[in-house]
T-cell receptor
């Protein structure tokens, strides 16, 4: 069984730029969530995708957006990058019909903003 | 006040010790409670998962949930150097999102 995979593992950008992060969900998982983990903090929920639509969003501005594809993989897009966007971005997946089961995480993309 | 409070530590114990990790929370709607372990440069790895109140044991790990006190705990028996990591408590009320504590950094010394 293939777990959650994310790419790239590390990315360096400058303020004002745009970035796209990618996630392949675990086999059989149709629901993908994205989290931001700042250094020394716990992950914070950004949003969740199911059936290619956003299904729940945390307290993040609209410049954080996403996509889900028919194969359940997902992208996180961040526009107009700010220094505070430097963090580990985590993707987690599960099956929608198993909401009583916990999510499984990938190893994340570490984004550094200069 | 944060929705989930977790002492960030760091916590250092000798090998073989019993470790107690705790979180408190304020949202009474939380009904799913998780403990994740996160090694450096890795994503969180699920350790324990509990629904509602009660205890759950898995090998050297025991998770306890006390909803009346809004308090959850993770106990690690016979701790090993390989247990050295950051431990994150997480909880959720719905399908959508989990709320995490800040994580406790644990070091188990040989």
């Amino acid at each position: 069984e293939t777990g959650v995979t994310q790419s790239p593992t590390h990315l360096i950008k400058t303020r004002g730029q745009q970035v796209t992060l990618r996630c392949s969900s675990q086999s059989g998982h149709n629901t993908v969530s994205w989290y931001q983990q700042a250094l020394g903090q716990g992950p914070q929920f950004i949003f969740q995708y199911y059936r290619e639509e956003e299904n729940g969003r945390g307290n993040f501005p609209p410049r954080f957006s996403g996509l889900q594809f028919p194969n359940y993989s997902s992208e996180l897009n961040v526009n107009a990058l700010e220094l505070d966007d430097s963090a580990l971005y985590l993707c987690a997946s599960r099956r929608w019909d198993q909401s009583n089961q916990p999510q499984h995480f990938g190893d994340g993309t570490r984004l550094s903003i200069l | 006040q944060k929705e989930v409070e977790q002492d960030p530590g760091p916590l250092s114990v000798p090998e073989g010790a019993i470790v107690s990790l705790n979180c408190t929370y304020s949202n009474s709607a939380f009904q799913y409670f998780m403990w994740y372990r996160q090694y450096s440069r890795k994503g969180p790895e699920l350790l324990m998962y509990t629904y509602s109140s009660g205890n759950k044991e898995d090998g050297r790990f025991t998770a306890q949930v006390d909803k009346s006190s809004k308090y959850i705990s993770l106990f690690i028996r016979d701790s090993q150097p390989s247990d050295s990591a950051t431990y994150l408590c997480a909880m959720s009320a719905s399908r959508n999102d989990m709320r995490f504590g800040a994580g406790t950094r644990l070091t188990v010394k040989p």
